[in-house]
């Protein structure tokens, strides 16, 4: 069974520009999670979807945002990136949500860079 | 938002077992505490997770308090492939639901 997949593995942008972020859960899983990894930091939540609808958000500005299509899969969009984006992007899938204990199954990620 | 407080860093020998410790004071009555560990250049992955009772699966053991304020993960014979940054992380259930992950323990083994 494929496990969550991510894409692209690297991506290089310039301040000012969009990036764009995919991650295809694993089969059966309707719930995805989009995580920010800074270098050398901990995991800083920043979405969750679940069913095609956004369920939460963490504490990031607008220009963060994402949607998550009919076969589940997810896409995360970071408008007029600037510098301190520059992180790894990490996406991982649930097969449960309410009332359960729900075991996250991660990516490997996608690592942006910002110059 | 509920969190959780682990050490920095902890070092074991190898073989040896290691006992990694969690507070997680503002936790709710349905709150799943979870582990995971991230290996060098790798996603998160998967340990445990439990509710009340202590568990204990293939890879490690769960020690939850009975006020549930703490835990502990225990991994009995630590080897050099568990050298990971180990995660203690809230499954938060009441209206806002999401995975509160903190910094993490960075576990050293040493051969």
């Known amino acids: 069974e494929a496990g969550v997949t991510q894409s692209p593995t690297h991506l290089i942008k310039t301040r000012g520009q969009q990036a764009t972020l995919r991650c295809s859960p694993i089969?059966?899983?309707?719930?995805v999670y989009w995580y920010q990894q800074a270098l050398g930091l901990g995991l800083q939540f920043l979405l969750w979807?679940?069913?095609?609808?956004?369920?939460n958000r963490g504490n990031f500005p607008p220009r963060f945002s994402g949607r998550q299509f009919p076969n589940y899969s997810s896409e995360l969009n970071v408008n007029a990136l600037e510098l301190e984006d520059s992180a790894l992007y990490l996406c991982a899938s649930s097969s449960s949500s309410w009332g359960q204990a729900g075991e996250l199954f991660f990516g490997e990620g996608s690592r942006l860079t910002v110059l | 938002d509920a969190k959780t407080t682990q050490p920095n860093s902890m070092e074991s020998n190898e073989e040896e077992p290691v006992h990694l410790p969690c507070n997680h004071s503002t936790i709710s009555g349905t709150d799943y505490i979870h582990w995971y560990r991230q290996l060098p250049s790798q996603g998160p992955e998967y340990v445990i997770h439990g509710l009340t009772s202590n568990v204990n699966n293939r890879m490690a053991s769960l020690a939850i308090a009975e006020d549930r304020k703490s835990s502990t993960l225990i991994l009995h014979r630590a080897t050099l492939r568990d050298a990971a940054v180990y995660y203690c992380i809230l499954r938060v259930s009441s209206g806002t639901y999401k995975y509160i992950f903190g910094t993490g323990t960075r576990l050293k083994v040493l051969a």
């Open positions: 089969s059966g899983h309707t719930s």
């Open positions: 979807y679940d069913e095609g609808e956004e369920r």
